[in-house]
């Protein structure tokens, strides 16, 4: 069992960042890929970011590419999301989410992934 809370989202203006930190319990951490994904009111969770139990590898959408870097620190059980030059856009409540044995096909899938974080809001003023 994986527990996952969020936090560091907010209001910020168009263009600026914001740090977002996903704790997680348990001592297995490092051997979870870990997903950071997003919904706006109405539509779907969609996939933003992930990276592999390691830290090896990262997968991006094509819509941050560029813009947000996802990371992770095993030693503090931690994973993070820097949103950079942030638009209206990316405006949605941002949930964490992990699974220990994921394949890389389904990296990107909302449904593949067994533990889930509460969300943090993430609103970005034009």
């Known amino acids: 069992q994986v527990h996952l809370i969020e936090s560091g989202g907010g209001l910020v203006q168009a263009g600026g960042s914001l740090r977002l930190s996903c704790a997680a319990s348990g001592r297995t951490f490092s051997r979870n890929t870990m997903g950071w994904f997003r919904q706006a009111p109405g539509k779907e969770r969609d996939f933003v970011a992930a990276?592999?139990?390691?830290?090896?590898?990262?997968y991006y959408a094509d819509s941050v590419k560029g813009r947000f870097t996802i990371s992770r620190d095993n030693a503090k059980n931690t994973v993070y999301l820097q949103m950079n030059s942030l638009k209206p856009e990316d405006t949605a409540v941002y949930y964490c989410?992990?699974?220990?044995?994921?394949?890389?096909?389904?990296?990107?899938?909302?449904?593949?992934?067994?533990?889930w974080g509460q969300g943090t809001q993430v609103t970005v003023s034009s």
């Open positions: 990276i592999t139990g390691s830290g090896g590898t990262t």
């Open positions: 989410a992990a699974d220990p044995s994921l394949p890389v096909i389904a990296i990107s899938s909302a449904a593949a992934y067994d533990y």
